[in-house]
């Protein structure tokens, strides 16, 4: 049958697609980041973040100085712990050697950046007759046991002293405390013993209230995750008000240093190991896009790649958007043409591709975004009869009939060059198609095929078509059924598996999560007890023993930092800090993370190349490692941009194969400088080497650094970061091992965050250069070559 003429489309259709694509997209983005915080209820029992569970709560009992709320977050942090019977594990305790370089604004006509309103009474917080200074304050109903909650990611307390703010109102009317990491209350106070008598310049009744955070029980090394005013008198009634709440630097410790010295040495000839060209990697650019960030492989992958009909170039993107067929951004009608217009966008850059076989079984019918799942349950379960059928009390048939057809792995018999659309979609075929008309995976075809994408989280994502929750054996069942049929056609291409969604599912299947939400981890258990990436790949050697060749080339795992608003747009200065911390979480064994994974029985440390090395050495040894999904959040902000910069230096320096940013930094933000300060500073301008070699330095918690020779000019190339907001960095280089020469230097800071600049380079004198990194900096130093 003839293709149909693809229509001329006129400017109202472009501007009405334009509008569902950008919509399409903050839809996407929004759930993605809904979804990482989702996945810590997988294991966390209860949550606070509920305005109505907090009023229910603090209805009851009252905080008070001697008890806290009754069991207001019960189960939160130890909940997951109890399923491995290990005790809940804290931090540890750091002294705070310096003061925080700024107070913290909780509230000054506005709540402060990062800040939430989780408040239980009956409030105003744009209440002009409750402002102090400025517009607006806070005014507050007294009644009963009711408060203000104004919450926060929990952040180090370290460097602070004091909460301080204005109040208008009898002092013993209102008690005040503020909530450590766990959501749960410190000391609470009545304001009467710190008033500061000798403030001036206030409105009439106004007082200013300075309270130790020493006094409500928060010590060093701890956290800091809200700041809760509650009543304190049960008869009390009127109106109180609060203004230009801080919590205030700790004045008795000395000031952070402006200025640091931290020196490098860089051995030209140590430690080399060959950089993957791979690591430079996202996902979804445009040919323009993989052009200006220098990516050297684009991923074509996400969630509606698990249900792309390859044949009509049709596509339904789950709970992403409402379980609704659409025809992606640009309408195709020939077999194959969604795709392969990706591919060859790659093919004229000589980057390459990785793509993603659907393997879940159903794929979208039609293009039409009327189409839609309906009555999709939020929750499912384990499958009545196996992963590919109903669950108890819903039956998916009516929504796969509706919104898709059949897709599965092998058609077995011979390939047709136009397969007709409507009817059952075959991946074999599918790859023999791309064969057919880009090459082999040796040659200038397809490199990397990925098995789907988060299987762990289908009975989510795409519930509407696959509510049964997977196992361990049916991820690798499925996971066999379609890796032979792709190595069957094109055996030359590198096979990945199994795109697992984060940390849980390193461990644990979805089906562990069970009718006890992973109190048992009956799955686990039922598997000797072996966290699941380990045991996946055991199978794997297993399998590929008794078949003579691999079907798995690639662990492929997603990871995405847990630390409460990293993966936000969220740029306040504990969250800015934390973001960048979190980095040291894909390398540094000693790093607990600064999240609830610490107080797992599997963490406290996350150290993810390491360990996913460690598993690889053990289990199936030779096997490349993928990171098919990362991000630390905030591209648009200087952290986010640090962070990118810090991880693609993290990936080659310890052998990471192929690195996949979600999706693709967008133009002329700090994430896309990372990329660009690495692959290409300026046009016609080479980044980073090769070749990494040795770097010995201290205080990797306020520098970076990451040294790699360039093979084809023998270059030498530096980047260092500069992690800390305010303090300059000097460093004394001395290097070994090369004969330096000119240099050449790009950055982006601050100051400057959404380019890479050139910047006069320091000259190298007898092995030996002073660097100059300002705050919050990324610097790329090329020093010699032909």
Known sequence: MAATPVRELSEEDRRRRAQARAARRRREETDKRRLRKERITFVLLGSVGSVAV???????????????????????????????????????????????????????????????????????????????????????????SEGLYFHHTAFPAN?????????????NAVMVTVFDESNKPRRQLTLDPYVVNCAEGLKPDWRKIRVPLKAMG????????????????????????????????????????KALTIPVTVDAQAEKRPISPYIYGAAHASKQEAEALGLTLNRWGGNPNSRHNWVSNFWNSGSDWEFRNHAGEKAFTTPGAAADGFIQGNRDLGIASYMTVPTLGWVARSGDTAIKSENVPWNTGPGVSGCDGPVAGYDPTANRQRTSVRSMARKGRSFEPNP???????????????????GNGAGSGV????????????????????????????????????????????????????????????FYSALD??????????????????????????QAQAFDAKRGKRTLDVLDI???????????????????????????????KNYRDESWIANTGDGPTVKLVPR?????????????????????????????????????????????????????????????????????????????????????????????????????????????????????????????????????????????????????????????????LPPYSATLLRIGGK
């Open 54 to 144: 907090l009023g229910a709560v603090w209805g009851v009992k009252k905080i008070n100085a001697g008890g806290g709320v009754r069991e207001t977050a019960k189960g939160i942090v130890k909940s997951f712990a109890a399923t491995t019977g290990i005790g809940p594990q804290g931090m540890v305790p750091v002294a705070p050697t310096e003061r925080a370089d700024e107070p913290i604004l909780v509230y000054r006509d506005g709540l402060g950046e990062g800040w939430e309103d989780w408040a239980w009474a009956t409030h105003d917080k744009a209440s002009v007759a409750m402002a102090a200074n400025g517009i607006n304050g806070v005014s507050m109903t007294l009644k009963g």
């Open 159 to 171: 460097g602070y002293g004091t909460l301080e703010f204005l109040y208008k109102g009898t002092p």
């Open 218 to 257: 928060v010590g060093n090394g701890e956290k800091i995750s809200g700041v809760v005013f509650q009543c304190a008198i049960s008869t009390a009634s009127g109106e109180v008000g609060f203004d230009d709440i801080y919590l205030m630097p700790d004045t008795s410790l000395p000031e952070a240093p």
């Open 420 to 438: 007709k659309p409507g009817t059952t979609v075959y991946q074999d075929e599918w790859v023999a198609h791309l064969v057919k008309t880009h």
């Open 447 to 506: 490199r990397y095929y990925a098995m789907d994408n988060e299987p762990d989280l289908w009975s989510f994502t795409h519930r509407d078509v696959h509510p049964a929750q997977m196992g361990y054996d049916d991820l690798f069942k499925n996971f066999t059924e379609y890796a032979t049929a792709v190595k069957d056609v094109d055996p030359t291409a590198l096979v990945s598996g199994p795109a697992v969604s984060g940390w849980i599912s390193y």
């Open 513 to 538: 999560k069970g009718s006890d939400n992973f109190r048992t981890g009956a799955d686990r258990q039922a598997h000797g007890g072996t966290a699941f990436i380990p045991w996946f790949l055991k």
């Open 558 to 588: 997603h990871y995405y930092p847990q630390g409460e608003n990293i993966y936000s747009d969220a740029k306040d200065p504990a969250t800015r800090n934390l973001r960048i911390h979190s980095v040291r979480s894909l390398w540094d």
């Open 612 to 772: 996913m090395k460690e598993w690889i050495a053990q289990s199936y040894p030779g096997t490349k490692l993928a990171i098919g999904e990362w991000s630390f959040g905030a591209e648009g902000d200087i952290s986010g941009g640090l962070a990118a910069a810090e991880a693609l230096g993290v990936f080659g320096k310890e052998g990471v194969d192929i690195a996949c940013f979600w999706t693709r930094p967008k133009p002329s933000t700090p994430a896309a400088a990372a990329f660009q300060l690495f692959r290409r500073p300026a046009p016609g301008q080479s980044g980073f080497g090769d070749t990494a070699c040795k770097s010995t330095y201290e205080q990797n918690e306020r520098l970076a650094v990451f040294s790699a020779i360039e093979s084809k000019t023998g270059a030498l190339t530096l980047v260092l970061i500069n992690k800390t907001p305010k303090a300059t960095i000097t460093v004394p280089l001395s290097l070994q091992g090369h004969d330096g020469g000119a240099t050449k230097l790009w950055r982006f800071s601050v100051a400057k965050p959404n380019q890479v600049s050139e910047e006069p380079a320091p000259a190298i004198n007898s092995g030996k250069a002073n660097i100059s």
